[in-house]
Nanobody, 127 residues
Framework: QVQLVESGGGLVQAGGSLRLSCVIS????????MGWFRQAPGKEREFVAS???????????YYAQPVKGRFTISRDNAKNTVDLQMNSLKLEDTAVYYC?????????????????WGQGTQVTVSS
């Protein structure tokens, strides 16, 4: 059974940083696409960042425009983890953040293409 478990969310002041982590169990992690998404109250789930596998050891990263230059996605295949380092946080970054895994060839930014999801972790940015 595939499981994704996020951690690292919390309350932070605007301009601060948080690091989210997602641990994957139940399947091979290398060579699959991983994504981070977020959902704010009353809004649809939106793409944040992706680590897209070009092979079992080569990956490309992609970011949504609002987080580009502030967020960094990274993965450790030996530990089966994918992290999201979030710097210079803004009020509008407040949301529940989800990590997700997909094995399909769908667009990395489309949440419908991801087969497995974590339970989410709350990130709240205060002024």
């Amino acid at each position: 059974q595939v499981q994704l478990v996020e951690s690292g969310g919390g309350l932070v002041q605007a301009g601060g940083s948080l690091r989210l982590s997602c641990v994957i169990s139940g399947r091979t992690f290398s060579g699959v696409d991983m994504g981070w998404f977020r959902q704010a109250p009353g809004k649809e789930r939106e793409f944040v960042a992706s680590s897209k596998a070009l092979s079992r050891s080569v990956y490309e990263t992609y970011y949504a425009q609002p987080v580009k230059g502030r967020f960094t996605i990274s993965r450790d295949n030996a530990k089966n983890t994918v992290d999201l380092q979030m710097n210079s946080l803004k009020l509008e970054d407040t949301a529940v953040y989800y990590c997700a895994l997909k094995t399909s060839y769908s667009n990395y930014a489309d949440p419908n293409g991801y087969e497995y999801w974590g339970q989410g972790t709350q990130v709240t940015v205060s002024s």
